[in-house]
C-alpha cells in the first residue's frame, strides 16, 4: 500500500521554462493538497481538489500556477514561466474524505529555478 | 501575528530529556495536527486531534480549546527525535501552520 507519491523529488529550471510536479494520492484517497514551503518559511497552503474539480484555490496564485486532478493519473501542479522566486519545496497530501481525516503527505518536490 | 504560534523556535536537548512543544492559534479549528519533518524534507503526521489528549509510543499531544493551546510531549528523547515539528490549526479544507520548532536532541 504505498504512500502518496510525489514526483520529480527534485526539479531544476531556467527561468520562463515550466514546471510540472506530480502527485498520486494512497489508494482510495479522492481528496489531494498541494502545500509550498519558501526557503527558511512554514508550510503554506495552495490548492485543493478533489477527482476532476477544484475545490479551493485561494492559496494559489492567480497567475503561472495552475492545478488539476483529472479522473485517471496523478494530480498535476503547472507553473508556467517559472521565476526565482518560484524555487520552494512542493508538497501534496491526501486524504480518504473531507471531514477532517488525517492527512497522508508526500515527500515533496524541491524546485530550483536558476 | 500568525494564526498559528509555536514555541521554541528551536529547542536543543539531551538525550532521555522531556520535551514539550507548545502551539497557540487564534483560528476557529475542527482540529488540530501535529507534523514532523525530517531533516531530508519528508512530512508525517504525528496526529490529529480536536480535544483531550492522544499518545502514540513516546509522544502525547493535548488540545485545550477553550484556550486554543496545544502542547506535542516526548517522553525519553532520542537523537532520532531531531526534526522540525510543525502545528498546524484546520477548519475542515482550511489548514494554517506555524513555523515549525526545529527540535535537536543530543546523545
Known amino acids: 500500500n504505498a504512500g502518496v507519491m510525489q514526483n520529480p523529488r527534485h526539479l531544476v529550471r531556467r527561468r520562463g521554462q515550466e514546471a510540472r510536479l506530480r502527485c498520486s494520492p494512497m489508494?482510495?484517497?479522492?481528496?489531494v493538497y498541494w502545500y509550498r514551503q519558501l526557503p527558511e518559511e512554514g508550510l503554506k497552503f495552495m490548492v485543493y481538489?478533489?477527482?476532476?474539480?477544484?475545490?479551493?484555490e485561494s492559496g494559489m496564485p492567480k497567475e503561472r500556477f495552475s492545478a488539476e486532478f483529472p479522473k485517471e493519473g496523478p494530480s498535476i501542479l503547472r507553473i508556467q514561466q517559472v521565476v526565482r522566486g518560484d524555487s520552494a519545496a512542493y508538497f501534496c497530501?491526501?486524504?480518504?474524505?473531507?471531514?477532517?481525516?488525517?492527512?497522508?503527505f508526500g515527500n515533496g518536490t524541491r524546485l530550483t529555478v536558476t | 501575528k500568525n494564526e498559528v504560534e509555536q514555541s521554541p523556535q528551536n529547542l536543543t536537548a539531551q538525550e532521555g530529556e522531556f520535551i514539550t512543544i507548545n502551539c497557540s492559534y487564534s483560528?476557529?479549528?475542527?482540529?488540530l495536527h501535529w507534523l514532523q519533518q525530517h531533516p531530508g524534507g519528508g512530512i508525517v503526521s504525528l496526529f490529529m486531534?480536536?480535544?483531550g489528549k492522544k499518545k502514540h509510543g513516546r509522544l502525547i499531544a493535548t488540545i485545550n480549546i477553550q484556550e486554543k493551546h496545544s502542547s506535542l510531549h516526548i517522553t525519553a528523547s532520542h537523537p532520532r527525535d531531531s526534526a522540525v515539528y510543525i502545528c498546524a490549526a484546520s477548519n475542515n479544507n482550511d489548514m494554517r501552520f506555524g513555523a515549525g520548532t526545529r527540535l535537536t536532541v543530543k546523545p
Open positions: 481538489l478533489q477527482k476532476e474539480n477544484i475545490i479551493d
Open positions: 497530501a491526501s486524504s480518504p474524505t473531507a471531514d477532517n481525516s488525517p492527512l497522508h
Open positions: 486531534l480536536s480535544s
Open positions: 483560528v476557529g479549528i475542527s482540529a
Open positions: 489508494k482510495g484517497h479522492s481528496h
